[in-house]
């Protein structure tokens, strides 16, 4: 091999790989948002499985929100300020956090909270808290995620994040 086709492959490589470097970390990025809302799914479903249990120790707000944390790996939660209210289309969160809220189902007008939560009167920004006492009333659980990406070029695309809203909603068993 000559000298000077050992310097032009050099300067072939040094071309190329600033975009190769760019799609490895695009694909880590898109692997991450893939893996936060897989796991959030479940987590919603793990908790609107634990809203709608019955048995002696009915499901409260606490509870659902610790099914949710406890199946929630690798992703910071908390419950929302107003939990039992229909998510806000784009809530106000910080970076790679998200919000949980425990409401009314599709079809269900009548009540928005697990059997176990004490009824409350609307107060503050919030609205009443209606329990599902007894019949087969649609209960959802709702994870409203801001995904920020890790890399300038994606953060240049999505600056405020990806909000991901992942919903699951099941029918009480009481």
């Not at 799914?41 to 499901?59: M, Q």
């Not at 409350?120 to 609205?127: E, F, P, W």
């Not at 994606?154 to 009481?174: H, L």
Request: proline share 7%.
């Amino acid at each position: 091999m000559k000298r000077t086709q050992r310097g032009q492959t050099l300067v072939e490589m040094a071309m190329v790989a600033p975009f190769l470097i760019m799609i490895l970390l695009v694909v880590i990025d898109c692997g991450r948002a893939a893996y936060a809302y897989a796991t959030l799914s479940g987590a919603t479903r793990d908790g609107a499985r634990a809203a709608i249990t019955t048995g002696s120790l009915r499901p409260d707000n606490g509870w659902v929100v610790g099914a949710v944390k406890q199946n929630a790996f690798g992703v910071q939660l908390s419950p929302a300020s107003c939990i039992n209210d229909a998510p806000p289309a784009i809530p106000s969160m910080a970076a790679n956090t998200g919000l949980i809220y425990v409401g009314a189902g599709s079809g269900n007008t009548t009540t928005n909270a697990p059997a176990g939560q004490a009824p409350a009167a609307a107060a503050g920004g919030c609205g009443a808290i209606v329990p599902s006492y007894a019949g087969h009333k649609a209960l959802a659980v709702t994870i409203k995620y801001n995904f920020q990406p890790l890399t300038p070029f994606g953060s240049q695309f999505f600056p405020g994040g990806i909000v991901m809203t992942v919903t699951s909603t099941m029918s009480t068993e009481y």
